[in-house]
């Protein structure tokens, strides 16, 4: 199944916020198909079983390297966090906050089972940051096939 063409859903699910309810769900009907983060496979891959992804270059199993190589999409994809240009001018807090997501972010990351941002990221996260470079490069919609850092060396737009 090519997840990427698909165009419906099952609508027979149970939806819950709660990853252990799904995980344990899911374990337990060798029909089932669930969604939820990494982390929570990678937790539980003795009771589940992994879906190949082939988006038009061959299937591909999640992994911390096809992930990063955005190779599993659609159903991977990075987790950001917006800065107000404003409350970052001057410097304070915000600013403050920031710059130590940035420094801790890929070791916690880690920590909870989380694929961390290449580390070029790192950099260039620092440089948008000085820059106040602001806005979102998706424009209400979703973009394949770029890495994390072709993603931050776009442009912002309003």
Known sequence: MVLAQCIRSRNDYTASEDDEVLV???SKDPNALGYFGYAY????QDKL???AIDNGKGA???SPQTVEKVQYQPLARPLFIYVNLRDNQN???VNKFVEFYIDKAPITASAVGYIPLPNDSKHLN?????QGKVGTVFEGKAEMNLTIG???RKEGKF
């Not at 496979?41 to 539980?44: I, T, V």
């Not at 620092?126 to 000085?130: F, R, T």
């Open 24 to 26: 344990d769900g899911v």
């Open 150 to 152: 072709e993603l931050l």
């Open 126 to 130: 620092y440089v948008h940051l000085y």
């Open 91 to 93: 410097k304070g807090l």
């Open 49 to 51: 079983k992994a879906l």
């Open 60 to 62: 591909v199993l999640p």
């Open 41 to 44: 496979y990678e937790k539980h």
